[in-house]
């Protein structure tokens, strides 16, 4: 099995070039599910449907969620279609298992005013307060995911147009700036970022204080630090701004289509879970519009 894991692994990165953190998680959901075969002493190319279902019951006695099972599954199923590409295996055991039910939880959503009181918080009189800032407008005028944000290089931002060009895997996606984003990231980009880089090959375009490439748990805390000062009682993460960007584009009129685009989601139903926090201004216009309201 190990042999077939490597070689499924650079399929994965080399031919479907997924992002890392995506390859990362094939990785993990399959090593634990060879680790259950050799505790069972099981053979991956014998391994049958009752097999399956049998380690996704212990993954439940494991406090695992539905969301982190549907993924194992997903993961072993992606697994075992290639080995049977491969003729590595007869069948692929996981062709009738069915996923557990997740329940979609409503997102955290910030209001407008929650937003702003945030986005002030930075003050660009020190290179961090001029980074912060930029950043932090950046994440919430484009609705970029926070590993996305950090895996920018500073050739991805055109200043001049006024958009940002995302990269997740094999899949590309432009942003349209806004005037206060922009202006932020201009500011950061000439007075602070050439001082905060230690070298001049640096590509990324947020670094952190010793010039190198900001990680996510720097993101994570630089929000919670401007979160405990604008004095916020609701948990804010890099995907809260995501989902803000969202909800507030669609409550003041943006397609659905649109957000789908800009938030870089494949399946519109995804996007669709920001309907529930439209507003009465959106019906009105619609009734007002639509010949058939």
Known sequence: MERQLKLFFEFLENEKKLS???????????????????????????????????????????GKKASSIS?????????????????KVKRDPTANVKSPKIEKR???????????????????????GTRDKAMLEFAYATGMRVTEIISLDIDDVN????????R???????????????????????DARDILIKNENQKALFVNVNG??????GFWKIIKYYKEQAHITKDITPHVLRHSFA???????????????????????????YMQFQDGGLKDIYKKAHPRA
């Open 106 to 128: 409503v997102p955290s959503v910030l209001t407008a005013k929650e937003v702003e009181l945030l986005l002030d918080q930075p003050k660009d009189v020190d290179l961090k």
């Open 71 to 87: 993924r194992a599954i997903a993961s072993i199923r992606s697994f075992y279609q290639f080995a049977l590409k491969r003729k």
């Open 247 to 273: 909800t507030h584009l669609l409550q003041n009129g943006a397609d659905l289509k649109a957000i789908q685009t800009m938030l870089g989601h494949s399946d519109i139903s995804s996007t669709q879970v």
């Open 20 to 62: 890392n953190n995506t390859l990362q998680s094939y990785k993990r959901d399959l090593k634990q599910f060879r680790k259950f075969l050799e505790s069972y002493s099981l053979h991956y190319n014998k391994v049958s449907e009752d097999d399956i279902n049998f380690y996704i019951k212990e993954l439940q006695d494991n």
């Open 159 to 166: 200043l001049d147009e006024g958009y940002v060009t995302c």
């Open 168 to 190: 997740n895997g094999n899949k590309q996606r432009t942003i349209p700036l806004g005037t206060m984003a922009l202006n932020a990231l201009k500011e950061y980009i000439e």
């Open 212 to 217: 190198g490439r900001l990680t996510r748990q």
